[in-house]
């Protein structure tokens, strides 16, 4: 009789073993098969991302003006120059300065426009001017009815128009004036368009005057 019971709880143990295994065996294969394809269902049933392409560069296109560069240069004569561009960008693109130019006459930080005509002068030209006439880029005019120095109506001042006989302070601003409106003179007989500037008193001042 003690050979059927111990026979019994052996088979009891080896059900129980058996059972453990299967339930081991079972747990691993949810862990590797079951919950691993979900993960794979769940990846694949979500919404592919959506690839946006970077916005290309915006490309500004260089805007160019034409420029008269002349006197004391390498090599006179008309340029194409960058908009927006320095004085001293279109000196360099005459060559440079020459060797008798006087460098410090012009204001070579000056932003030069469409169609302008620059002269360089030499020293020969400015040696005979003060210190802050040159530094300043001023050519000197003087009183009375004829005026030694000539006068450049696109660049002198007010006060350096009233120079010029017949030209007072209003007249002398509405010159400036009309330059910030409208350009430059393109030739000296343009000061006409001035109100107050006829031919009589153009002939007064013609021999005074230039536009470069």
Known sequence: MRTG???GTLKKKIFIVLIIVFAILSGLWYAFFYKGDSEEKAYTSAAPETCVPS?????????????H???SV?????FRIEKGSRLIAAVEAAGGFDID???DFLNLAKVVNDGEKIYVP???????YGLSERTEGKWPVENGEKGTRIININTATAEELTALPGIGESRAKDIVAYRARVGLFEKKEDIKNISGIGDSLYLRIADQICTE
């Open 69 to 71: 560069v002349c006197g």
């Open 74 to 78: 390498v090599s006179p004569g008309v």
């Open 5 to 7: 019971r111990s026979f």
């Open 55 to 67: 916005p290309l560069p915006t490309v500004t296109p260089k805007l160019y003006i034409m420029v």
């Open 122 to 128: 030499s020293y020969e030209e400015t040696e005979s």
């Open 101 to 103: 130019a006087d460098r």
